[in-house]
């Protein structure tokens, strides 16, 4: 990290201090340690009200707009996006996201590739692309390599202590960084074989592909490995956002013998396969889920699934261990999910983000979808989750009314 980078203004610094401060105080509401307890009850199965989420994601720059932002040093104006999105969070959009009093700063660190890596087309300004697939032949499989990471130690411990050095009588900094997303793996594989080509080899070339999945496989449990023995996880049992939502609050993890050093045991997991959801369900337990067994094994609890709807696969999905939350995508069958999750899972349940992207709000579509949903998993450890929005047709309030929708439905049960 370089002089630029960590050189900001006295303005910036004072804006930074102001906007900390805002959070500062939403974090000391009596409101969050409320949260915060119904998110540990929920996550431990109890019987709770819906838990109600939105995260605009894409849509969050059209909530706060570049031409907003205040500060002109790069890293200020991310610090400025990151404090201004939790003030929104916590005076305007009002779900169920806990405002807590930190300020988290990730470690600089590069991460290489698996030897090989895709050249995309298109995708400019969060649009559509297509992509090269680089593993053409399977001969080329022994140009394959496990990715390694690089942690730049110097250069972290600068930017946790400017962050200290500006906002640390406001907000505690920590340092944290996500190592990853999904463990899932077959992202990875379309991206180096190609979509279309796999599906094709799943007859073709079942040996081969066989071969690519236990590769990533291994890549995935020795990264793992690297990150438990150099001290890098953190512990997700927080406000850290677990799965494809939901939060990771609870009291069943890290494991009782813990004693400071974070294992793979004490987290959270996650695995989904969105990608194969043109696959068979037999298909997906041959090619997908064996490979993700050994990984999803390692971790204290579990999340699964996405935008795939799991109903034709959940005879095979329940063979995770620990698994706790389960993802009910818009493209799944509500009633049918409910009846299999039952009170044994948490049912995370994705309204569909097109709903707030259409050039017209319908709010009494909206409210019909959600009141019709609502009743079909109250029996359910239900959270209603509404992410994947690419955008919100440039109107904000369109997620603030979408959680006053949510809440005042669930409410009715």
Not at 374 to 382: N, S
Request: charged share 25%.
């Amino acid at each position: 990290m370089n002089d630029q980078q960590t050189t900001l203004t006295t303005k910036e610094r004072q804006l930074l201090r102001t906007l900390a401060q805002q959070v500062a105080e939403l974090a000391a509401r009596p409101i969050e340690a409320e949260k915060r307890d119904l998110w540990r009850r929920h996550n431990a199965l109890q019987s709770t009200r819906p838990v109600i989420f939105c995260d605009p994601e894409n849509g969050w720059h059209e909530i706060i707009r570049p031409e907003q932002l205040a500060c002109e040093n790069e890293l200020a104006r991310e610090w400025e996006f990151r404090l201004r999105r939790e003030i929104f969070w916590g005076t305007q959009m009002c779900d169920v996201r806990v405002i807590v009093p930190f300020f988290f700063v990730a470690h600089v660190a590069t991460e290489s590739d698996w030897g090989m890596h895709e050249t995309r087309v298109g995708g400019q300004h969060g649009g559509a692309y297509t992509w090269d697939p680089p593993l053409k032949e399977y001969a080329d499989l022994l140009k394959l390599r496990f990715p390694t990471i690089a942690v730049d130690a110097a250069a972290t411990q600068q930017r946790a202590a400017l962050a200290d050095e500006i906002l640390g009588d406001l907000l505690t900094v920590r340092v944290k960084t996500l190592w990853w997303w999904t463990l899932g793996m077959t992202w990875t594989l379309v991206n180096l074989r190609g979509m279309m080509q796999i599906m094709y080899d799943m007859v073709d070339a079942p040996d081969e592909l066989h071969q690519v999945m236990a590769f990533l496989r291994d890549g995935h449990l020795a990264k793992l490995d690297w990150l438990e023995q150099e001290g890098l996880l953190s512990l997700n049992n927080d406000g850290t956002y677990v799965g494809s939502g939901g939060f990771g609050w609870t009291d069943d993890l890290p494991q009782p013998d813990f004693i400071g050093r974070v294992r793979t045991c004490d987290l959270w997991g996650f695995g989904e396969s969105q990608e194969t959801v043109g696959v068979s369900p037999k298909m997906f337990a041959e090619f997908v889920l064996p490979y993700q067994l050994p990984i999803l094994s390692r971790f204290g609890l579990n999340c699964y699934g996405c935008c795939e709807p799991l109903d034709q696969r959940w005879e095979y999905v329940k063979q995770i261990p620990r698994l706790r939350r389960v993802s009910v995508s818009p493209w799944s069958n509500r009633a049918l999910m409910a009846e299999r999750l039952g009170a044994n899972y948490i049912l995370s349940m994705k309204p569909n983000p097109a709903d707030l992207a259409r050039d017209s709000f319908d709010e009494e579509k909206v409210r019909g979808i959600l009141r019709a949903d609502l009743r079909a998993t109250r029996d359910c450890r239900v959270e209603v989750i509404m992410k994947d929005n690419h955008t919100i047709c440039n109107d904000p309030h369109r997620v603030v009314r979408w959680v006053q929708m949510a809440r005042e439905e669930a409410e009715k049960l």
